[in-house]
């Protein structure tokens, strides 16, 4: 089917307060997203994977390992990490629900220390990519870090929680402070309701 761009979940300058500004969103959602979209779009017409599902263009073009399938791979990715980008970050949310804390502690040792591993992640990221926690095949909790549009999907994981450290991602507000964005995005802009959702 064909990919569409998702309406933020929140006004563009809902996040302003917590470290996201309003101009971050309209570049990162309304030109960046809508790119993907247009792009992948464009790509998919009149190919096999036209009338598929993205996360089936994901998994097959990746499968694929086809340096011609690339174009539609990274459009497509990118479009799907994105779209659970926004869904993972709110203005305001509560705070981490119980079985989440406890599943990170388990895994992790401490909340604290899943934020370390996963700021080191995303900090580690040579260049374009995410940091994501992720959940396994065997159910563990892990964290992990891709490059560019690659995502857990590749791998057969349920990506628990996504922070995109591409520097569009940070560079009006943090300019080329990629730890400090994602400290602030681990404090304040994570949406854990919907982290723990997708447990
Ligand atoms: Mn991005």
Redesign the pocket.
């Known amino acids: 089917m064909a990919f569409t761009l998702p309406d933020l979940p929140y006004a563009h300058d809902a996040l302003a307060d917590l470290g996201m500004s309003a101009e971050t969103l309209e570049f ?1 959602h309304d030109i ?2 809508k790119a993907y979209v247009d792009n992948g779009n464009k790509l998919i017409a009149g190919t096999e994977w036209e009338g598929k599902s993205v996360e089936d263009i994901i998994t097959g073009t990746y499968q694929s390992g086809a340096v011609a399938q690339s174009g539609i791979f990274n459009n497509a990715s ?1 479009h799907w ?2 779209a659970q ?1 926004w869904e993972m970050m709110g203005p305001g949310t509560g705070g981490m629900p119980g079985a989440l804390e406890k599943a990170l502690t388990e895994s992790f040792g401490s909340v604290d220390k899943f934020k370390e591993e996963f700021s080191a992640a995303g900090a580690g990221q040579f260049g374009s990519g995410w940091a994501w926690l992720v959940k396994d095949k065997d159910g563990s909790l892990k964290v992990t870090k891709t490059e560019n549009g690659v995502n857990p999907l590749c791998f057969g994981q349920t990506a628990l929680l996504g922070c ?1 450290v ?1 520097e ?2 940070y560079y009006i507000d943090f300019r080329n402070k990629r730890p400090a964005y994602l400290s602030n995005f681990l404090e304040k802009l994570v949406n854990w309701e919907n982290v723990a959702s997708r447990m």
Request: aromatic share 18%; glycine share 0%; proline share 0%.
């Open positions: 990162h960046h997203h990118q990490n994105h980008f995109d591409w569009h991602s």
